[in-house]
C-alpha cells in the first residue's frame, strides 16, 4: 500500500497568499464597515493590551485595508506614528486611501514580509497585527522578528481565530470547499486559519520568541448578517484563501448570526535587553 504525503513548500505558499490578497483587496476594503463592526471590540482590545497611547510608534503587521491602522492612528494623535506593513501592495493602496480620507497624516504604508520586517531595530513602542499571524508560514521567525523591531518594554498584541468548533462561520465553509475541492486539511505547524488557536497555542508562540508577561482573551465576535447569502458573499468576495479555495469550483457548487471566537493576545520584550537601535 502506498501513502502519498504532500510536501508544504513555504515559498509557494508565500506567493499564493499574496496573489489572494492582491486579487481580494478591493473587497476587503470594500466590506470595511462590516470588518469593523465584527472586529471592533477585538481592536480595541488589541490596542489596549499593546499600550498603545498617545505619542506610541506602532508597526502594524499584515495590516491588510487599516482599519486597525486608522484606530491606532487616532490613539497615537499627531506625536506618534503607526507604519502598516503587508505583503500585499494592492491592499495597501486602500490602507493609504482610508487615511488620507480620514485625514490621517500620522500613517505611512510599507510592502513588507512580516517573517523579514525591514525596520529599524528597538524601534517601536508597539506592534499589532489583526488576523495576520495565522499567515506566517514560519511563524517562529516572525513572532522573533516582531520582538526585533520592539524597544526593551514594548508591547507585542494580535488577534486570531480560536478552535474551528468556536468559529463555525468559517470552518463550515472551509470544510465543505476543501471536502469539494479534494484539498487536504494544513498539517500540524503549517499556517492556517486555526493554527494559533488551540488552548496555549499562542502563549507558547509568544513565549518561545521570548516575550514576556504574555496574556490571552476568549471573547465571543459573532459575526452578524441580515441574511445568511450576505454571509456567504462576504467571504467568498473579502476572505482571500477563501477566494483562492473556491476558484477550482464550478458556479454550481458554489437574519444570520455566525458563531465566532477570537483569541487577543499580548507579550512584553524583556525590559533588560538592549537597545538595538
Known sequence: MTTTTTTFDPVA??????????????AWDRWGPTLEEWLGEA???MLDLA?????????????????QTLAAARRVGPHGSVLATDISGNILEFAEQRAREAGVANVATRVMDGEQLDVEEGF????????????????????????????????????????????????IPVSIIRRRAGLPAPAPGQPGPFSLG?????????????????????????????SAADCV??????FGALHQMMAALSESERGFE?????????????RGEGDHR
Open 258 to 270: 455566525g458563531p465566532c471566537e477570537l483569541i487577543v493576545s499580548a507579550g512584553t520584550t524583556a
Open 43 to 45: 481592536t480595541e482590545l
Open 124 to 171: 517601536f513602542d508597539a506592534v499589532i497585527s489583526r488576523v495576520g499571524f495565522i499567515y506566517f508560514p514560519n511563524q517562529q521567525a516572525a513572532f522573533e522578528a516582531m520582538r526585533g523591531a520592539l524597544k526593551p518594554g514594548g508591547r507585542l498584541a494580535g488577534v486570531v481565530y480560536s478552535t474551528p468548533e468556536a468559529n463555525g462561520f468559517f470552518s
Open 51 to 67: 499600550a498603545v497611547g498617545e505619542g506610541s510608534r506602532v508597526l502594524d503587521v499584515a495590516a491588510g485595508a487599516g482599519g
Open 233 to 238: 458573499r462576504f467571504e467568498r468576495e473579502s
Open 198 to 226: 488551540a488552548p496555549g497555542t499562542i502563549e507558547a508562540a509568544y513565549n518561545s520568541a521570548g516575550f514576556a508577561d504574555v496574556e490571552a482573551r476568549r471573547i465571543s465576535a459573532p459575526v452578524r448578517m441580515a
Open 13 to 26: 505558499y508565500k506567493a499564493t497568499t499574496r496573489q489572494q490578497w492582491q486579487e481580494a483587496a478591493a
